[in-house]
């Protein structure tokens, strides 16, 4: 998980700013939404610390227990990382309805994540959403003319939704 700091005023407004700390040390500022002061970072904090404790439960296998923990952290605050994160669990526990919309929604904004979105087809063709993931795969093989880095993920997604002979159109 992303380590975070908070800070006040970043935004122009007063309200503190969470500020995303890569694994390059590249800083990315990220609207906390809940106001300044001690409730805030609170907040913040148990959520950090659900999404933590959630990434460990479903590392260990213990799926419900993660979708409970990470369910909690997204709704004291809401984060990408944590978004995904649930819809894994919830596809350790075979709910791949809600890992399919969770994927959907997140993934929108996050167009060159090829392992999630292998995830996301998982999901689909799970539920039997076969020409769905196909268009999928066909819109990341696109990308991937001007991204090498999303072969290994395309090539990944060509054996689940079997298309690995079929062109991009």
């Not at 213990?62 to 979708?67: C, D, H, N």
């Not at 919830?90 to 890992?99: F, L, T, V």
């Amino acid at each position: 998980f992303a380590q975070f700091e908070t800070r006040r005023g970043d935004a122009g407004d007063g309200r503190a700013q969470k500020r995303r700390v890569g694994r390059t040390g590249h800083r990315r500022a990220v609207p906390c939404g809940h106001g300044v002061g001690v409730a805030c970072r609170d907040q913040c904090g148990r959520a950090r610390a659900l999404a933590g404790l959630g990434f460990a439960q479903y590392q260990a296998g213990r799926f419900r227990e993660a979708v409970s923990s990470l369910s909690e952290s997204d709704r004291l605050s809401p984060t990408s990382l944590t978004r995904l994160n649930l819809a894994r669990a919830y596809q350790g526990i075979n709910d791949h309805r809600r890992a399919a919309t969770i994927f959907e929604q997140v993934l929108e904004s996050r167009p060159l994540d090829g392992a999630n979105h292998v995830n996301w087809v998982r999901s689909l063709m799970a539920l039997g959403q076969r020409i769905r993931a196909q268009q999928i795969y066909v819109a990341l093989k696109k990308r991937s003319e001007s991204r090498p880095t999303l072969s290994k993920s395309v090539a990944a997604m060509a054996v689940i939704v079997d298309m690995a002979a079929t062109p991009a159109k």
